[in-house]
Nanobody, 124 residues
Framework: QVQLVESGGGLVQAGGSLRLSCAASGRTFSTYAMGWFRQAPGKEREFVAAISRTGGSTRYADSVKGRFTISRDNAKNTVYLQMNSLKPEDTAVYYC?????????????????WGQGTQVTVSS
């Protein structure tokens, strides 16, 4: 069992930056690949970024590539999402998720555990 708690969301102007954190409980954090997803009102949950168990491999959605960076600190049981050059279309609830299979997958239903989400709002 893994419990995930996101933090770091908020209101920011277009062009600004935010850093999201996702703290995981338990001693098995390093056995999970981790992902970030987002869901805007009226839209389906979509993949943003994923990172391998060791942090040596990452994957990004085309819409955030070059602007967002996913990283993890297994000693702190935490995964991060650094978001730069934010756009109004990045506005959404952002969720972190844990995937025991560890393949940096992009489909939400393939992830095993989810956090409660943190709101990110980008004003124009």
């Amino acid at each position: 069992q893994v419990q995930l708690v996101e933090s770091g969301g908020g209101l920011v102007q277009a062009g600004g930056s935010l850093r999201l954190s996702c703290a995981a409980s338990g001693r098995t954090f390093s056995t999970y690949a981790m992902g970030w997803f987002r869901q805007a009102p009226g839209k389906e949950r979509e993949f943003v970024a994923a990172i391998s168990r060791t942090g040596g491999s990452t994957r990004y959605a085309d819409s955030v590539k070059g602007r967002f960076t996913i990283s993890r600190d297994n000693a702190k049981n935490t995964v991060y999402l650094q978001m730069n050059s934010l756009k109004p279309e990045d506005t959404a609830v952002y969720y972190c998720a844990a995937d025991y299979v560890g393949l940096q997958r992009v489909i939400p239903r393939e992830y095993d555990y989810w956090g409660q989400g943190t709101q990110v709002t980008v004003s124009s």
